[in-house]
C-alpha cells in the first residue's frame, strides 16, 4: 500500500478548517495529521510533525499566511504549501506564490479542486484553481487595472467589499472589530493606491469596477 500525503491545515476559523479535513479524509490516499488554529503552533511543532503539505489560511494569525510560508519554506524545506482564502483577488495568490507556495484555492472551491491541488503540489507542480485562473484572465483585459489592485492588501480589499455593501465606517469598524479612525485609515490608503480623489469616485469605482472583489 502506498503511504498516504500527510497534511495539516491552518485556519483561525475551526469549522473551516475541520470541514477540510474531513473531506480531505474522504479521499483514501490523504491523511489529515493535525488541524490549527494558530500559525505560532504550528510552526512550533512543523519540524516535529514533518507534513508533506500544509494548507494555509492567509488571513491568520499570529503570522500571516505570507510570513508562516516563508517561516515554513526556512524550517521545513520539504513541506509543500497551498495558499487558501477566501478572496479571489489574483494579486494574493501571486504573493504567496512569490513568497514560496505551491499552490492557491479559495474557500469557494469545491473537494474535487482541493484534491487536485493536493495532488498536484505532491508531485511537485504549481496548482492554482479555475476561479483564479478566470480572474487573472478577466484583469488581463482591464486595461491595466491590475496594477493598481495589486497594491491593494487584504484588509483594504475587505473593507472594499463592505464599501460595496453600503456599509458605514462604523458598520464596518464593528464588522471588522476595528476603530473607526482605523477605518479612514484604510480608507485614504485605498484612494491613494487606486489614485481616487474623494470617497464618492471610490463608491462610484467600486460599483463601476468589473473586477470581482
Not at 495529521?33 to 488571513?59: A, F, G, H, R, W
Not at 516563508?70 to 477566501?86: C, D, F, N, W, Y
Not at 474557500?107 to 484553481?129: F, L, R
Not at 472594499?160 to 477605518?183: D, H, Q
Request: aromatic letters at 6%; charged letters at 30%.
Amino acid at each position: 500500500m502506498l503511504e498516504k500525503i500527510k497534511i495539516i491545515i491552518a485556519d483561525d476559523h475551526l469549522l473551516i478548517a475541520e470541514a477540510w479535513a474531513s473531506l480531505i479524509n474522504m479521499n483514501p490516499e490523504f491523511e489529515v495529521i493535525k488541524v490549527y488554529d494558530n500559525t505560532k503552533s504550528m510552526i512550533d511543532e512543523i519540524t516535529i510533525i514533518k507534513p508533506d503539505i500544509v494548507i494555509l489560511d492567509i488571513n491568520i494569525g499570529p503570522f500571516s499566511g505570507l510570513e508562516a510560508t516563508k517561516m515554513i519554506r526556512k524550517l521545513a524545506p520539504g513541506t509543500r504549501i497551498i495558499g487558501v482564502s477566501m478572496h479571489s483577488q489574483p494579486s494574493f495568490a501571486k504573493k504567496m506564490i512569490r513568497y514560496g507556495a505551491s499552490g492557491y484555492v479559495t474557500k469557494s472551491s469545491n473537494k474535487d479542486e482541493m484534491y487536485a491541488a493536493i495532488e498536484a503540489v505532491a508531485k511537485g507542480e504549481k496548482y492554482i484553481c479555475s476561479e483564479i485562473q478566470r480572474n487573472i484572465t478577466d484583469q488581463a483585459m482591464s486595461n491595466g487595472e491590475e496594477n493598481r489592485l495589486n497594491k491593494l492588501t487584504e484588509r483594504e480589499i475587505e473593507i472594499i467589499k463592505l464599501i460595496r455593501e453600503g456599509m458605514s465606517n462604523k458598520e464596518i469598524a464593528e464588522s471588522l472589530f476595528i476603530s473607526p479612525r482605523t477605518v479612514e485609515t484604510h480608507r485614504a490608503r485605498i484612494l491613494k493606491k487606486l489614485d481616487l480623489k474623494n470617497s464618492l469616485a471610490l463608491v462610484k469605482y467600486i460599483n463601476e469596477s468589473s473586477i470581482d472583489f
